[in-house]
């Protein structure tokens, strides 16, 4: 079974332009959660896809983020315009919608690492 | 105020060592998972124990939970080289979807 892929592994981008980051989750897994790292912080939720629906998007920092999963397949986050600020490790995680609380091993991607200059 | 604080922030031992990394958190929970990186690659699940649950077990790690005391335990027996990472405990609070809130981490290095 593959596992949880994100696309591109790294980008370098200048402040002011945009970037969009992709991830797959495993095949069958309904749920799709971003995370990101910001350098020397601690990782933090970003929003919650339940299939192509946005369960949660309390994480989501401002109205710079945007993220969708038309299908409710892959997912996208792109971020518009960015900022310095944005710099840091994005992660994509799925799991299996629970049979009832408890339920719910996130498997991660690798991360995009985006660099914002 | 942070849930899944661990501690110590860095720890380092000698090969064949056991490593023991613990975390705390504030409010109920579902689960709470603990998750390795190793340096500039993705999170890695290790093991999931559940709010019901005391003890697990998987291969070398052993996790508690003390859902009275809200924290929790990862050791790492006979340590290898190969644990060196960062490693993550990460709770599911209860009544959320599932989204989870991680603390800063434990930086492992185990020297051969």
């Known amino acids: 079974e593959a596992g949880v892929t994100q696309f591109p592994s790294h980008s370098v981008i200048e402040k002011g332009q945009t970037v969009t980051l992709r991830c797959d989750p495993i095949?069958?897994?309904?749920?799709l959660y971003w995370y990101r790292r910001v350098m020397g912080k601690e990782i933090k939720f970003l929003l919650h896809?339940?299939?192509?629906?946005?369960?949660?998007e309390s994480g989501m920092p401002n109205n710079r983020f945007l993220a969708e999963r038309t299908g409710g397949t892959y997912s996208t986050l792109k971020v518009q315009p960015a900022e310095l600020e944005d710099s840091g490790v994005y992660f994509c995680?799925?799991?299996?919608?629970?049979?009832?609380?408890?339920?719910?091993?996130?498997?991660f991607g690798p991360g995009t690492r985006l660099t914002v200059l | 105020s942070q849930q899944g604080e661990e501690d110590p922030q860095a720890l380092s031992i000698q090969e064949g060592e056991n490593a023991t990394m613990n975390c705390s958190y504030k409010?109920?929970?579902?689960?709470l998972q603990w998750y390795r990186q190793n340096s500039g690659r993705g999170l890695v699940h290790l093991i999931l124990?559940?709010?019901?649950?005391r003890e697990k077990h998987s291969g070398r790690l052993r996790v508690t939970l003390d859902t009275s005391k809200k924290s929790s335990s990862l050791l790492i027996t006979a340590s290898r080289a190969a644990d060196t990472a960062s490693y993550f405990c990460?709770?599911?609070?209860?009544?959320?979807?599932?989204?989870?809130?991680f603390g800063q981490g434990t930086t492992l290095q185990v020297k051969p």
């Open positions: 995680a799925s799991s299996r919608l629970g049979q009832g609380r408890g339920y719910n091993e996130q498997f």
């Open positions: 095949s069958g897994h309904d749920n």
């Open positions: 896809f339940v299939k192509e629906s946005k369960q949660d």
């Open positions: 409010t109920s929970i579902n689960n």
């Open positions: 124990i559940r709010s019901n649950e």
């Open positions: 990460a709770t599911d609070r209860s009544g959320n979807t599932g989204k989870l809130i």
